[in-house]
């Protein structure tokens, strides 16, 4: 990247507006064919110890693509827990009719936390970058809560992003992890 390159932080402003700028209509069809491809990609993975896979998945804020519509066919939902600064996300089971709390940041997340091992990680992404390689990197808020959490394991990773917020260059840094997909509205990186 060049000097003029914008800094992380401007990326993310850009990428929020960008978000924030699409209509709810855009969103719901965009969403849609999300959800369409992330059902067939998980479809096709081996099944859990509780039979289907255990899909950890996250709770939508500020204009994600909103995955709760597949929750409900998927046999195991787990969803990502903040315990600590610093610390890696845990994951807590979700079922239908699970009473949730505002967590840290107030991301909702289960009153009562039941800690699983999920097998396949489903994460929404700001921004994403696909570089020479076909390697697909993720840019989040800030927190690094997946960066650690992607640093310390080895489970299938697909990130979740509209289209719109493809990056054409993207600052690596060395705790980025690349992640095994990327799945938009108009197809899969």
């Known amino acids: 990247m060049n000097s003029m390159s914008p800094s992380r932080a ?3 402003l850009a990428l929020l507006a960008r978000r ?4 709810e209509s855009e969103h719901e069809t965009a969403d849609a064919r999300i959800r369409l491809a992330l059902a067939t990609a998980v479809g096709k993975l081996p ?3 509780g039979g ?7 709770w939508p804020i500020a204009g994600e693509p909103d995955l709760r519509p597949l929750w409900p066919e998927w046999e195991q939902v787990a969803l990502p827990v903040v315990v600590g600064r610093g610390m890696p996300l ?12 505002a967590g840290p940041f107030g991301v909702p997340v289960p009153e009562v936390a039941q800690w699983v091992e999920p097998d396949f990680i489903v994460l929404p992404c700001l921004g994403f970058f696909v570089d020479q390689k076909g390697r697909c990197f993720r840019l ?14 080895t489970r299938p990773t697909f990130g979740v992003a509209y289209s719109e917020s493809r990056l054409e260059e993207f600052p690596i840094a060395e705790h980025d992890v ?3 997909a990327i799945i938009t509205q108009n197809g899969c990186f």
């Not at 289907?52 to 996250?58: D, H, K, R």
């Not at 845990?90 to 709390?101: H, I, K, S």
């Open 47 to 49: 099944a859990g110890t």
């Open 90 to 101: 845990r994951f807590a089971l979700w079922r239908p009719g699970t009473v949730m709390r």
């Open 140 to 153: 989040g808020y800030g927190g690094g809560y997946y960066d650690r959490t992607l640093a310390a394991q």
């Open 10 to 12: 401007e990326l993310r």
């Open 52 to 58: 289907g896979p255990l899909v950890a998945s996250y």
């Open 20 to 23: 924030q700028a699409m209509s």
């Open 178 to 180: 690349p992640l095994d």
